[in-house]
Nanobody, 118 residues
Framework: QVQLVESGGGLVQAGDSLRLSCAASGRTFGDYFMAWFRQAPGKEREFVAAINFSTGSTRYANSVKGRLTISRDNAKTIMYLQMNSLKPEDTAVYYC???????????WGQGTQVTVSS
């Protein structure tokens, strides 16, 4: 199983920017996918964005298009989530996931807290 470690979360003010990172280690297949999910207190887990790590193809939730950008660093096996113009509604625990398809994620990170104050 792929091991995932998120970092970059913290407490910021509305309008600030933040970049989350997810470092992957362990065995991976030649073609694999990574994604970001988030979960706010009292809400269900929400898909944010995903990337085919081999090709760079991306998919986004409609609610985050424009402000959040997913990217990868092939050399270091790291996935990023650039978050701009943060809003209080972005407050959540953000999780990194990995798998062999766009919606079949079997590996998960521990999560990193993002808190946006007004």
């Amino acid at each position: 199983q792929v091991q995932l470690v998120e970092s970059g979360g913290g407490l910021v003010q509305a309008g600030d920017s933040l970049r989350l990172s997810c470092a992957a280690s362990g065995r991976t297949f030649g073609d694999y996918f990574m994604a970001w999910f988030r979960q706010a207190p009292g809400k269900e887990r929400e898909f944010v964005a995903a990337i085919n790590f081999s090709t760079g193809s991306t998919r986004y939730a409609n609610s985050v298009k424009g402000r959040l950008t997913i990217s990868r660093d092939n050399a270091k096996t790291i996935m990023y989530l650039q978050m701009n113009s943060l809003k209080p509604e972005d407050t959540a625990v953000y999780y990194c996931a990995a798998g062999r398809g766009w919606s079949n994620f079997g590996s998960w990170g521990q999560g990193t807290q993002v808190t946006v104050s007004s």
